[in-house]
C-alpha cells in the first residue's frame, strides 16, 4: 500500500522537527519535506504534490492562509495547525479550502488521524475549536430571511443524510439511525454535498451554522 505524502509548514524549527518525527513513527505515513515558510511550502507543494500539507497559520514571508489559497488548487489537502484554540484565521483557513484545522498541542493521535482523515478526502476539526468556531461565527451572522434555495435540490433522504452529518453524526451512526447501509449514506451524503457545492463535511457544518440550519448546543 503506497504511503501518505507529507509537507510540514512550521517556521519553528523545533516544531517542524517533533512533527517530522511523530509522522515517521508511523509506517503508512511518509514526510516528503519540510518548509519553514509559506512561499515555501507552496514551492514544494507544486513541485512534489503532497498528498497532506500540515500548514501552520502564522509564518513569515506568506502566512498558511494565502499558501493554502494558493496549494488547495492542486492534488494536496491542506490539514491547518495553530497553537490558538480560535484566532481571526480559522474560518477563513476553512473557507480557503483547509481540509482540517488541529491544535498543535493536540494528542498525537488527533494529529495522525488529522492527516489520514485529509488524505482519505475527509475533513477534520478539533472538537475544541469547533465548538468556539461555531460559537463565534453564529454569533457574527444575522439570521436569513429563508433557507437557501440549494436545499430545494435535495431529496428528502439526502436532506435527512445532510442534517444528520452536519449534526456530528458518522456514516455508521447515520446508517444505524436511518435503518440503511453505511454505502448508501456515503452516495446520499456524497450527491448532498455535490447539489450544494461543498467541499466536505467541515464545509457542510459552517453551511448549515451560516444559513442557521442548526443551532450551536
Do not use: W
Amino acid at each position: 500500500m503506497k504511503p501518505i505524502t507529507v509537507l510540514v509548514a512550521d517556521d519553528q524549527a523545533l516544531v517542524r522537527a517533533a512533527l517530522v518525527a511523530l509522522l515517521g513513527s508511523q509506517p503508512d505515513l511518509t514526510v516528503v519535506a519540510e518548509a519553514a515558510n509559506g512561499a515555501d511550502a507552496v514551492a514544494l507543494a507544486r513541485d512534489l504534490t503532497p498528498d497532506v500539507v500540515l500548514m501552520d497559520i502564522r509564518m513569515p514571508v506568506m502566512d498558511g492562509l494565502e499558501a493554502t489559497r494558493r496549494i488547495v488548487g492542486g492534488a494536496s489537502r491542506v490539514v491547518v495547525l495553530t497553537t490558538y484554540g480560535l484566532d481571526e484565521y480559522v474560518y477563513d483557513a476553512l473557507r480557503a479550502g483547509a481540509s482540517g484545522f488541529l491544535l498543535k498541542h493536540a494528542p498525537p493521535e488527533e494529529l495522525l488521524l488529522g492527516v489520514r482523515a485529509a488524505a482519505d478526502g475527509v475533513a477534520l476539526v478539533s472538537p475544541a475549536v469547533t465548538r468556539l468556531l461555531i460559537e463565534a461565527f453564529t454569533g457574527e451572522r444575522p439570521r436569513p430571511a429563508r433557507p437557501p434555495a440549494a436545499l430545494s435540490l435535495l431529496t428528502t433522504r439526502e436532506r435527512e443524510v445532510f442534517d444528520l452529518m452536519v449534526g456530528g453524526l458518522t456514516n455508521t451512526e447515520i446508517a444505524r439511525t436511518l435503518c440503511i447501509a453505511e454505502t448508501t449514506v456515503k452516495t446520499h451524503a456524497g450527491r448532498a454535498l455535490a447539489k450544494l457545492d461543498l467541499r466536505d463535511r467541515v464545509h457542510a457544518v459552517l453551511y448549515a451554522y451560516e444559513h442557521h440550519l442548526v443551532t450551536p448546543g
